[in-house]
């Protein structure tokens, strides 16, 4: 399947917003909002945002003897700390797989596992996402530094002597394109299986979910724990990575490329809502329902900051977008939620659809036409996984776009390139 890229605009008797496609290991769909109609259409839009455009910087050659950073492991309450010898392993997987990964160097893990297999797994792993950090022509995501959080959920013996660990890992790493930016990422889940060879430990196993390892995962039809699919990972790890690339050309055929807004009587106030973006990137808000744990929450984020931005929920028509509840309800009236606040697709749909009030977008718009407070939509055509909202752009030397900052729920991410 192709990885595409457009956008879309907001405008209407309604609140506006423009939608672009993304498209890098997925696909995407940007939202820019302009305002609710009702009377004279606005031709400008207010309440927009500083936008803080990153320019690109110098490539420096990283000192491979200097470490890039550091990491600590913690343990959820009531969870059994491993052994000095068991985290130094660890860490010392973690260590080299971001410093390959800062320096843009293919990793060796040979020496860390004791299964050829799993170490390439692992390998291949990192150089899948080192792929993704030299994307873009003249664009330096090499890294200055990095801080990494493992938080154990689980830690135990299986019947072998062997130790099995469950974590959350919490990363906030610093690109040499972005000084001064913390682009934090949390919620990648790790599992490890390490094992005692001649009084040393050594990885026995090792699983990190990223996108391709959730596609074959959805494809096998079976749970993580039931299925190794090391082996598949690694032969399919080269054509998802050509996926990726040819996505990647697609959408810079779209560079220099201009949409306007869609018109509006009222304005999205974009500060507002990356305000509000900034404030629950990485945590969540008491007042709403929470979809991690069932589908995630990437959607009801992005509504919510929609809503921080002046757009109002929308009970009046066909199409509605609205959340006075967690029952779902599709109905013109202030009950329930609509499956296009929490669903990627049908929000999709919703912005595309509505006329009258409520929310003024166009959907497909060129995709790097975005502005800080419009959405990416990421996925592949006519299956739209998850959404973002750009936080700030990136630019080359003459001022084009050709990346974004976005933030996220589930993965939870904050300024962090769109194009990882």
């Not at 003897?65 to 913690?74: R, T």
């Not at 797989?97 to 291949?124: H, I, K, N, V, W």
Request: glycine share 12%; proline share 5%; hydrophobic share 35%.
């Amino acid at each position: 399947m192709r990885r595409r890229g457009r956008s879309a605009k907001v405008g209407g008797r309604q609140w506006g917003l423009k939608q672009m496609l993304a498209g890098a290991a997925l696909a995407g769909l940007l939202l820019g909002t302009a305002g609710c109609t009702g009377g004279e259409p606005l031709t400008e839009q207010t309440g927009q945002p500083t936008t803080q455009v990153i320019a690109p910087q110098p490539f420096q050659t990283q000192d491979p003897e200097k470490p890039l950073g550091d990491g600590e492991i913690l343990y959820e309450e009531g969870v059994s700390p491993l052994r000095k010898e068991q985290e130094e392993v660890i860490h010392t997987y973690m260590t080299r797989a971001y410093a390959c990964m800062g320096r843009l160097e293919e990793p060796d893990f040979s020496d860390l596992f004791t299964d050829e297999t799993q170490a390439l797994a692992s390998q291949s792993a990192i150089a899948l996402q080192i792929g993704t950090r030299t994307l873009i022509d003249g664009i330096d995501y090499t890294l200055t530094g990095y801080h990494y959080t493992l938080s154990c959920m689980q830690t135990g013996e299986v019947e072998d002597g062997a130790v099995e660990v469950g974590a959350i890992e919490t990363i906030v790493q610093n690109f040499t394109q972005l000084p001064g930016v913390d682009s934090e990422r949390s919620g990648n889940f790790h599992h490890f299986v390490l094992e005692q060879v001649g009084g040393a430990w050594y990885i026995r196993s090792h699983m990190q979910y990223d996108t391709l390892y959730g596609q074959l995962l959805e494809d096998s039809e079976t749970d993580w724990r039931d299925g190794d699919l090391t082996a598949q990972y690694i032969e399919a790890m080269p054509g998802y990575l050509e996926q990726i690339q040819a996505a990647q050309e697609e959408r810079e055929g779209q560079l220099g490329q201009a949409s306007p807004l869609p018109q509006a009587d009222h304005p999205y106030d974009r500060q507002a809502a990356l305000e509000y973006a900034d404030a629950y990137a990485m945590d969540r808000n008491g007042a709403w329902t929470d979809y991690s744990a069932v589908g995630g929450n990437c959607q009801n984020y992005v509504s919510q900051c929609l809503l921080a931005g002046g757009i109002p929920m929308d009970v009046s028509g066909g199409a509605v977008w609205k959340w006075y509840g967690s029952t779902p309800s599709n109905s013109p009236r202030a009950e329930g939620r609509s499956t296009s606040w929490t669903g990627v697709g049908s929000f999709r749909t919703y912005a595309a659809d509505n006329t009258g009030f409520g929310l003024a977008a166009q959907v497909d718009a060129p995709y790097y036409s975005g502005q800080p407070g419009d959405l990416i939509q990421m996925g592949t055509e006519g299956v739209w996984r998850h959404a973002v909202i750009i936080r700030d752009l990136v630019c080359d030397e003459q001022g084009n776009t050709v990346d974004y900052l976005i933030n996220s729920n589930t993965n939870d991410m904050k300024n962090f390139p769109a194009s990882l």
